[in-house]
């Protein structure tokens, strides 16, 4: 990548460290480590807040779906603002006026203990491998792209980052996804600029070749369960996930426990609500403008480096031969991409766009053998979305700019990872430590468990990591398992804030959510997984409400 | 426990104006992403 690139991924990697054990000199007790003595500023928590969420995955695989598939993912996106002022009126006011340090903590207090204890396991479970996960993301496209090792890779990532959380707790994670959210910003601004300048063609016409082959398409009406990203899906299923994951999620809730007053906290969500889906769709244009610079400047045939070795070394002949397919293709493709760009009239346009579709859909096709090949001889589904936009910074952007751009990514999987594992130290500490174990014990033994705590999870995280990622598909098992809780566990929050709700609804409540979205999940497949929001959410509410207004009857006959 | 309760009216109003520019921001952005696909989603 270069020595420049390189000493500019280091100076950030060592800013982030350096930094973050500063910010621990003011730490000094557990609320300090785990609220930041509910001392922050509304920006600075909302950025947190919106670092949190953009992880690795955003930079890389998000931006290869723009490439490949357009913009129509940012549907997904539609109902963050909806659910942000939801949460501003309803569930943030109740938890930062309870002066709580978890989200579980309130179940407690407004049910019983066995209902904070089941959310705060099934948080602890989810997250633990989440984390891991969101390590392993970038890990894996850092050690083909740089043929480091995957242990390596992990370490590089996760270590730092396991530093400066446990020595600076949620200050440390705070400021630096401050800084790490104007790197992310900053990159992807730079590499636009970077494609705007060496596009051959104007940005209109680069729009109309994007728009050519329905990369353009940001709002599909289709009504339907069986659809991932739908109009509907988003403002519906996407509004339940949401208030799922910024209302009772630990890893987004402590960051807006940390604001100075209910109304500071409700302000930092607000930034998300503003900015989410302008900046989504920003990213996924990324992508987008990435797939329009590769009409004019021959694109590798495969992205991922390691797996066209393998694929070379397996079947040479076989390869090279669809490499020479590729690159006629492509010249035909270029062609076509050049003469749509030229077109003027309405009747020439819509003759140059069909003859593109054509040549698109050829080249597509070249592509989608390559893939299969890496199928066949790796055994392992090629994930080769994930490889564009690393390839591209590594081969196009200018010396400084790729190493920006990599310290970016590095930067959003940092900032959320150590949110994380702040979260999993802080519910495993308040919620299990200190309320079964020791609950009389000092702030400072606390402090020094939260420490250890941070570590181990750390290190867990790590492995996970490096296990997740030699299975593969894990990530997905991981993805899906937790759209299974998410909707339920919303729905144990809704029915605290029902005044009429009793324990009893809201545990087995839980139970039933979380059965429904299993049965859903086995008997109804098409079923799409942002539904499993909707449905686990209805059903403990329901069933919860069923089962409050019976038992109270049963208590008064007895 | 009732949050209103904890609330004063000065925050309630500037909660208000916030959420109303939210949503002019929220139109605003999908109205541009509607354009895009309007004059160049084919």
Redesign the interface.
Known sequence: MGTINWIIVLAYLTYVVVDGVRRSKGTKEIEGYFLANRSLPWWAVGLSVMATQLSAVTMIGTTGQGATDGIRFVQFYFGLPLAMVILGVTLVPFLHGAKVFTAYEYLERRFDPKTRSLTAFLFLVLRALSCGTILAAPAVVFSAMFHWSLPVSVAIIGIPTVIYTMVGGVQAVTWADVKQMVLIVGALVAVVVVLLVKMPVHPGAALHIAGATGRLKAFDFTFTLKEDYTFWSGILGGTFLMLSYFGTDQSQVQRYLTARSVNEARSSLLISAYWKIPLQALILLVGVLVFVFYQFEAPPLLFNPAQEAKVEAARGAEYTALQQRYADAFADREAAARALAAAVDPQAKATAEAAFQTREAEVGSIRTDALDMVTEVTGESSKDVNYIMPRFVLDQLPVGLSGLFIAAVMAAAMSSIAAELNSLSTVSVIDLYRRWIRPEASDHHFLTVSKIATAVWGFLACFVATYAARLGSLIEVVNLFGSFFYGSILGVFLLAMIKSARPVGAFFGLIAGMTAVGAVAHFAPEVTFLWYNVIGALVVVGVGMALSWMVPQRSARA | ?D??E??PPA?RS??RR??V???I??VV??AL??L??A????
Do not use: C, E, I
């Not at chain 2, 004059?39 to 084919?42: I, Q, V």
């Open positions: 426990m949050p209103s904890d609330t925050d500037m909660f916030t959420l520019r939210v949503m921001v929220q952005a999908l992403l509607w895009l696909q004059r160049y989603g084919g």
